[in-house]
């Protein structure tokens, strides 16, 4: 089992910046990305930013050139680096690591972290 805890949320005013951090524990092997999703209320939890094994990265085209993730296999360890921040960036952030070989891939999720912007 694999578990991922987050930190980092808070509120913070438009134009602001927050960083979020995510560790994963238990047992990792195989991971073939780690990333952030969000969800606002309302609606559905949506991708935010990935990053492979091999540091691909892929960005929901609402934060390109804003957002920024990072990753460190050897800690297991995720981060967003959130610039620029919008109300609208608003949400539950959940981070995300799909581990295991092709069609027996798993997903595991944080328990969320708040992040409020305010207008």
């Known amino acids: 089992q694999v578990q991922l805890v987050e930190s980092g949320g808070g509120l913070v005013q438009a134009g602001g910046s927050l960083r979020l951090s995510c560790v994963a524990s238990g047992i990792i092997f195989g991971v073939n990305s780690m990333g952030w999703y969000r969800q606002a209320p309302g609606k559905q939890r949506d991708l935010v930013a990935s990053?492979?094994?091999?540091?691909?990265?892929n960005y929901a085209d609402s934060v390109k050139g804003r957002f920024t993730i990072a990753r460190d296999n050897a800690k297991n360890t995720v981060s967003l680096q959130m610039n620029s921040l919008k109300a609208e960036d608003t949400a539950v952030y959940y981070c995300?690591?799909?581990?295991?070989?092709?069609?027996?891939?798993?997903?595991?999720w944080g328990q969320g972290t708040q992040v409020t912007v305010s207008s």
């Open positions: 995300h690591l799909n581990q295991g070989p092709g069609v027996l891939a798993r997903n595991y």
């Open positions: 990053i492979t094994n091999g540091g691909i990265t």
